[in-house]
């Protein structure tokens, strides 16, 4: 059974660090494209960063460019998130996907439609 769990989650103060881990299960993810998404409180699910299957190519959505760091490590199957400069606007539950999806080395997506195993998810909260 595949499985994507999410961890790192929690409270901090405006301006904190947090790192979120995703820890993959069941099968390996090494030449897959990974992504992180959020989904705040009353709103939809937002893209905000994704890595190709080799770390590097990755993307992030403006709103947190700057702030945030996607990495992965193939040797513990296991894509984080570097989360720094939080601001209460990034509160949400954040999940991680895999995409099966082979669109050559580079590939990465902010498609949530283009990801075929979900986690969780793990709630960020940061207070002002």
């Known amino acids: 059974q595949v499985q994507l769990v999410e961890s790192g989650g929690g409270l901090v103060q405006a301006g904190g660090s947090l790192r979120l881990s995703c820890a993959a299960s069941?099968?390996?993810?090494?030449?897959?494209?990974m992504g992180w998404f959020r989904q705040a409180a009353g709103k939809e699910r937002e893209f905000v960063s994704s890595?190709?299957?080799?770390?590097?190519?990755?993307i992030y959505a403006d709103s947190v460019k700057g702030r945030f760091t996607i990495s992965r490590d193939h040797a513990k199957n296991t894509v984080y998130l570097q989360m720094d400069g939080l601001k209460p606007e990034d509160t949400a539950v954040y999940y991680c996907?895999?995409?099966?999806?082979?669109?050559?080395?580079?590939?990465?997506?902010?498609?949530?439609?283009?990801?075929?195993?979900w986690g969780q998810g793990t709630q960020v909260t940061v207070s002002s």
């Open positions: 069941g099968r390996t993810f090494s030449s897959n494209a």
């Open positions: 996907a895999a995409s099966l999806i082979y669109g050559g080395a580079s590939f990465v997506s902010a498609a949530q439609d283009e990801y075929a195993y």
């Open positions: 890595i190709n299957w080799n770390g590097g190519y990755t």
